[in-house]
């Protein structure tokens, strides 16, 4: 690539796993076209990437900023993954110290005319300006989120103040849909909320940003991106839905992969759904057990990859499966504590539903392979709105909870396994699933609008300076 045309572009994603590798595959994707990317994190986040393929070596270089320490946050915890939600305020609290750092490398480094940031750092926007550097605003939520979310004057201070006003669908949303929050969701996602709201932190970096892109794609979200176009009036541009390559067989990553590979293969097709609900989920106890009998009660074959969280001091919480219940299912269950590599288990022609935490990127995985999805959001963030989506699409199906508590039975939790795995009720949404591979995996389609991504910025009209 002629060294003019050139972009040097910072990457600069939140503390959580599930940001850090979108924007790790983006970073490749500009890397592969010529573009030299200084990516950003800290040290422990950085070094548990991915090894990159020899050929983008040259174009990507691992800026490592060590994380301030702030009273509060545990020592040595770097991502959302190590801490309890009520904790996750003194991560962003450290996360905002960073300014110093970027900015003196910004002065250094010159040539840096793009930041690809994500909902964090509002303090973003005045260290690029006096730089002359433009900014992307990358959001790793769906299109149909970020429209619900609204404009920046609703974000920095309009009408809804109370949890209970995330309860109804916003007027701007102007085509059918179902998207709301439970009023359980937006109390339990106060909790990892900061001093400066999550709110307040996206609606002036959307005010600022030159560029708004997104995981998402105009064949799945068409009337949420053109809402978005209403509300921003800026570039909307999304990214594709940036599905993840499956391991190489020669990939030596996934130490307990061949003895799960053979449990699986020992199965019929489609009869076994998988359980995961991401690495940073906390829920009771109380939750954890019904959950568990409920899964018992379906009677069908599955995987539970289980995670126990980090409590208050930081320790590991007790064991979150039920006394006795590995006994009981052991002839058509595995229980998998800490890590499966979802991807592999996802692609095998036996799993036939995915009881998920509606993550974006658990949902794009799980439809990349035609899975059916059984929706059960627990956390914070956008993920009652991903489950209201796919259940709207009817790609999958939520399991019904209390709108004030989020307390469900195990009953219920049976029964929304069974319609989506077995039952005749839930063919359709077996098929609208299966269907979905041709979207959700389709990697010829993402490329396409990652170029077309790469492009706005490429033909990005030049500031001034630049003139």
């Known amino acids: 690539m002629d060294s003019k045309k050139q972009l040097h572009i910072v990457m600069f994603p939140w503390l959580a796993y599930g940001h850090i590798m979108p924007f790790l595959q983006v970073s490749k994707f500009l890397a592969q076209k010529g573009h030299h990317i200084y990516y950003i994190s800290t040290p422990k986040n950085i070094s548990s990437l991915p090894k990159l393929p020899p050929h983008l070596c ?7 900023f060590p994380l301030p320490q702030v009273h509060g946050l545990p020592p040595g915890a770097e991502s959302t993954s190590e801490l309890p939600i009520h904790k996750v305020p003194y991560l962003k609290k450290a996360y905002d110290k960073l300014e110093t750092q970027l900015t003196e490398f910004l002065k250094r480094s010159s040539q840096v005319k793009w930041i690809v940031h994500d909902f964090a750092p509002y303090w973003l926007p005045s260290v690029a300006n006096q730089l002359g550097i433009n900014l992307v605003f990358f959001s790793i939520l769906c299109a149909s989120s970020i429209a619900y979310f609204g404009p920046p004057s609703e974000l920095l201070g309009g009408c809804r103040q109370r949890p209970e006003d995330f309860t109804v669908t916003p007027v701007w949303m102007d085509y059918p849909n179902n998207l709301a929050f439970k009023l359980h969701e937006m109390v339990s996602h106060q909790e990892c909320m900061d001093s400066v709201s999550d709110f307040e932190r996206a609606g002036t970096l959307l005010l600022s940003c030159n560029i708004l892109t997104l995981r998402s794609c105009f064949e799945v979200e068409s009337d949420a991106l053109r809402v978005l176009s209403k509300l921003h009036q800026k570039p909307i541009v999304p990214l594709g839905l940036l599905p993840p390559s499956l391991p190489s067989d020669e990939d030596k ?16 097709a489609k009869s076994v759904f998988y359980v995961a609900l991401g690495s940073e989920v906390s829920m009771s106890q109380e939750f954890m057990q019904e959950l568990a009998f409920g899964i018992e009660k379906s009677g069908l074959s599955f995987i539970w990859v289980v995670r126990n969280r980090p409590s208050v001091e930081g320790h590991l919480v007790q064991d979150i499966v039920p006394p006795g219940f590995e006994e009981r299912v052991s ?26 935490h509606c993550g974006w990127s658990s949902v794009i995985e799980a439809l990349g392979f035609g899975v059916p999805l059984i929706l059960f959001p627990v956390g914070s963030s956008d993920l009652g709105l991903v489950a209201r989506l796919m259940h709207g699409k009817k790609m999958g199906l939520e399991i019904e909870r209390n709108d004030l508590d989020g307390s469900f039975t195990s009953d219920l939790v049976a029964e929304s396994i069974k319609r989506v795995m077995v039952d005749p009720q839930g063919s359709q949404l077996r098929a609208n699933a299966y269907a979905m591979k041709e979207i959700f995996g389709n990697v010829e389609l993402s490329n396409k609008y990652l170029d077309e991504f790469t492009r706005s910025m490429e033909e990005f009209p030049p500031s001034n300076d630049d003139v």
């Open 331 to 356: 002839d058509r269950g595995l229980v998998l504590r800490g890590w499966a590599p979802q991807l592999r288990v996802l692609a095998h022609s036996s799993i036939g539903g995915f009881l998920t």
């Open 253 to 268: 990553g996934d130490g307990n992969w061949e003895a799960l590979k053979k449990w699986l293969d020992s199965k019929q």
């Open 58 to 64: 040259s174009n990507i270089t691992f800026i490592p």
